[in-house]
């Protein structure tokens, strides 16, 4: 596994659903950078099922930093951090063990890992490890607040609905059919300066859509107008330029804030889909991989009837880790405390 992102500022997962606890490890910060415990607290929240709206699993989130803070600030040795795994329910996952689940990660992973993976919960593949994303990104986003820096993740729509009271009947609609839906996010990040962006294989396009696509259940990425340019002409396309007292501006941004896989200093603009939760509880057609024959599936267990307004933290987060990567390869890693 790779479980490692990053090249001035990594960041490392681990953990499974339903092991004694999931964490990161976080490599390449500074000393000096305060660490508020109530913020990554809040972000923790954010992430959390709140509602009918998503699984009726309840993880405290009770985390603890084991090291790279003291006092309340970093000390520039790598940071760890775990959270515990409390509100197990593993025998739900008993049939899912040789029953793969459509659309999930189930039948890849066992191919990739030879039958050993932890199957319950999903294991290492369960969306549960993205809280350990949302805590080490939260001890790096306030250092990169303080620098003007600032990225923020909201929903476009689900379900096909933009409004919130009608995305949120389509998701209890599906709850109580035994299916899901999907929806979009969209970030924005303001405040990154022109010039950062490393081509031709480590740009910012290149760098924000590995990182992303590694959220669970995040089937496509676009910068900009994205798969619209398809229908523009040059000149509706293209983001003219002007002079606003010393900085290089542009009229629209749909580029999104990249050129040539380099920041131009405009907000950085991409929206990501994130496909229906795959464990449902309608029946399936599926294999069992033990007796290697056909059959069928109707998933027991908790699970979202939808994950978008839970992932938006998420890829908020891993954006925001992925931008401090960058900026600390072009300044230092020093930067982030001055």
Same mark, same amino acid.
């Given at each position: 596994?790779?479980?490692?992102?990053?090249?001035?500022?990594?960041?490392?997962?681990?953990?499974?659903?339903?092991?004694?606890?999931?964490?990161?490890?976080?490599?390449?910060?500074?000393?000096?950078?305060?660490?508020?415990?109530? @913020?990554?607290?809040?972000?923790?929240?954010?992430?959390?099922?709140?509602?009918?709206?998503?699984?009726?699993?309840?993880?405290?989130?009770? @985390?603890?930093?084991?090291?790279?803070?003291?006092?309340?600030?970093?000390?520039?040795? *790598?940071?760890?951090?775990?959270?515990?795994?409390?509100?197990?329910?593993?025998?739900? @996952?008993?049939?899912?063990?040789?029953?793969?689940?459509?659309?999930?990660?189930?039948?890849?992973?066992?191919?990739?890992?030879?039958?050993?993976?932890? @199957?319950?919960?999903?294991?290492?593949?369960?969306?549960?490890?993205?809280?350990?994303?949302?805590?080490?990104?939260?001890?790096?986003? *306030?250092?990169?607040?303080?620098?003007?820096?600032?990225?923020?993740?909201?929903?476009?729509?689900?379900?096909?609905?933009?409004?919130?009271?009608?995305?949120?009947?389509?998701?209890?609609?599906?709850?109580?059919?035994? %299916?899901?839906?999907?929806?979009?996010?969209?970030?924005?990040?303001?405040?990154?300066?022109?010039?950062?962006?490393?081509?031709?294989?480590?740009?910012?396009?290149?760098?924000?859509?590995?990182?992303?696509?590694?959220?669970?259940?995040?089937?496509?990425?676009?910068?900009?107008?994205?798969?619209?340019?398809?229908?523009?002409?040059?000149?509706?396309?293209? %983001?003219?330029?002007?002079? /606003?007292? %010393?900085?290089?501006?542009?009229?629209?941004?749909?580029? $999104?804030?990249?050129? $040539?896989?380099?920041?131009?200093?405009?907000?950085?603009?991409?929206?990501?889909?994130?496909?229906?939760?795959?464990?449902?509880?309608?029946?399936?057609?599926?294999?069992?991989?033990?007796?290697?024959?056909?059959?069928?599936?109707?998933?027991?267990?908790?699970? %979202?009837?939808?994950?978008?307004?839970?992932?938006?933290?998420?890829?908020?987060?891993?954006?925001?880790?992925?931008?401090? /990567?960058?900026?600390?390869?072009?300044?230092?890693? /020093?930067?982030?405390?001055?």
């Amino acid at each position: 596994m790779k479980n490692t992102i990053g090249n001035s500022l990594t960041v490392t997962l681990f953990g499974e659903s339903h092991g004694k606890a999931i964490g990161a490890v976080i490599d390449g910060m500074p000393s000096g950078i305060a660490v508020d415990d109530e @913020y990554i607290a809040s972000q923790l929240t954010r992430r959390r099922p709140q509602d009918a709206l998503s699984t009726p699993r309840q993880e405290k989130d009770e @985390y603890t930093i084991l090291s790279g803070v003291f006092e309340g600030k970093t000390t520039g040795t *790598p940071i760890c951090i775990t959270i515990p795994n409390a509100d197990t329910h593993s025998s739900d @996952y008993g049939e899912m063990q040789y029953k793969m689940r459509p659309s999930h990660a189930d039948f890849t992973a066992n191919c990739r890992y030879n039958g050993f993976q932890d @199957y319950r919960g999903g294991g290492h593949f369960s969306g549960r490890i993205t809280a350990a994303l949302v805590a080490a990104a939260a001890c790096v986003m *306030p250092a990169l607040a303080k620098k003007g820096i600032c990225v923020n993740t909201n929903i476009l729509n689900i379900a096909g609905e933009t409004q919130e009271e009608k995305w949120k009947e389509k998701i209890l609609a599906a709850k109580a059919d035994g %299916d899901s839906v999907g929806g979009t996010l969209q970030t924005v990040v303001i405040g990154v300066p022109a010039g950062v962006g490393e081509p031709w294989f480590d740009t910012v396009e290149g760098m924000l859509s590995h990182a992303i696509f590694s959220v669970p259940a995040v089937k496509g990425i676009e910068f900009g107008l994205g798969f619209d340019f398809a229908d523009k002409t040059g000149i509706e396309a293209n %983001d003219q330029m002007y002079v /606003d007292s %010393d900085t290089v501006k542009c009229y629209t941004n749909n580029n $999104g804030g990249v050129l $040539g896989g380099i920041t131009n200093g405009m907000p950085i603009v991409f929206n990501a889909v994130i496909k229906p939760t795959p464990t449902i509880g309608k029946e399936q057609k599926t294999v069992d991989i033990n007796t290697m024959q056909n059959t069928t599936l109707a998933a027991r267990g908790r699970h %979202d009837p939808c994950i978008v307004h839970r992932a938006a933290v998420v890829v908020e987060s891993v954006t925001a880790l992925v931008v401090a /990567d960058m900026l600390t390869q072009k300044f230092g890693t /020093d930067w982030l405390a001055k």
